[in-house]
């Protein structure tokens, strides 16, 4: 049986193959709330034989959230839109997700036009933004309260896992990063001290869900500028992170500062997935310019990465696991019957 069509437990939740729709900003929320657009965006995905859709950074306050159509889950009137969502991906058989986020000094404005950011230090993106508010030891209490309070919705909603956005610079990310984190207490200078937030917000998470659950966590594994976090860093993170039940390790990179990677090639980030599923013993994910079938489940068959992450490539072609049972059936007869049969052969 190819790897990548293969079934992956997470605690009780079997996906049923290693397949995962990433979660995106799609821009397309009213208030926060569902819209058409998402009840045809997501179940599609589903329809296309992924194994688990991750719904995009939604936004556990209002004035976390990146622009003013993310979608939110700070309100319980968000949870029936949600649900929705739910019920259609389920039911064409995939595993919905969530990612609970907040965008810290990424944040654009709230719905109602205002805005307060806030993030570990007082120190902009970058030029020209408004500088944000740095946190203060009770606002740390309030935003992970968020965290737990998003968590009770999503659960409500009926979801099945929980990513928590800690990747791209906002505003878990920027509590990890050194290119972002330039605090003098308890919360900033060593390692140890720059994931506590991280952690203490993973750790309450995992405490109000259920035992069945899975947590998985979406890290920049790396900074690529200099200064910045390292996959050493990263490893002893994943490591912690486990210890308090988180149970996968979403890999990403970046978006700390405006200075990225020079250029980005097919795989360049499944390294960083590969180092902390070796070295941190945890369940990893490789994402990143992921996009032909024999490449993905070579990842799979090296070990390197335990589910794969495909976000443009899916906006590109929804039916991109049928597409890819279909290429594969041709050098390896072992693709499940029901991918072949969706696929129309």
Not at 16 to 23: C, G, Q
Not at 67 to 92: C, F, K, T
Not at 124 to 142: A, I, K, S, V
Not at 217 to 236: K, L, M, N
Request: glycine letters at 10%.
């Amino acid at each position: 049986m190819l790897t990548l069509f293969t079934p992956f437990k997470l605690r009780s939740v079997t996906l049923r193959n290693r397949i995962v729709m990433s979660p995106m900003c799609m821009y397309s929320s009213v208030n926060g709330h569902v819209t058409d657009w998402h009840r045809i965006h997501y179940p599609t995905r589903a329809v296309g034989g992924v194994g688990m859709v991750v719904v995009e950074a939604t936004a556990v306050d209002p004035h976390g959230m990146i622009s003013p159509n993310d979608m939110g889950i700070w309100s319980d009137q968000h949870v029936s839109g949600l649900a929705e969502i739910v019920r259609l991906v389920e039911g064409n058989g995939a595993v919905p997700a969530i990612q609970l986020a907040h965008a810290g000094r990424k944040s654009g404005s709230a719905p109602d036009g205002s805005m307060d950011m806030i993030a570990p230090s007082a120190v902009p993106f970058d030029e020209g933004r408004t500088p944000p508010r740095e946190m203060g030891h009770d606002e740390m209490d309030r935003v992970c309260a968020s965290f737990v309070a998003g968590t009770k919705r999503a659960i409500a909603a009926g979801f099945k896992a929980i990513e928590l956005h800690m990747a791209h610079g906002y505003l878990l990310s920027s509590f990890l990063s050194p290119l972002a984190n330039f605090r003098t207490d308890a919360f900033g200078g060593s390692l140890e001290n720059r994931m506590r937030f991280p952690l203490q917000v993973a750790e309450a998470v995992r405490k109000a869900m259920p035992e069945e659950m899975p947590l998985m966590v979406r890290v920049s594994a790396i900074d690529p500028e200099e200064g910045g976090i390292t996959i050493d860093q990263t490893v002893v993170f994943a490591k912690e992170s486990k210890r308090r039940g988180v149970d996968l390790v979403d890999c990403s990179t970046g978006g700390n500062s405006k200075t990225g990677w020079a250029r980005a090639w097919p795989g360049y980030q499944v390294p960083f997935a590969e180092a902390v599923k070796r070295d941190a013993g945890i369940a990893s994910g490789a994402v990143g310019m992921i996009t032909e079938p024999k490449f993905a489940e070579e990842i799979l068959q090296k070990g390197q990465a335990d589910l794969i992450f495909l976000g443009r490539e899916l906006l590109r072609d929804p039916y991109w696991p049928l597409r890819a049972a279909a290429a594969l059936e041709h050098t390896e007869n072992t693709v499940p019957r029901q991918y072949t049969r969706a696929w129309g052969r």
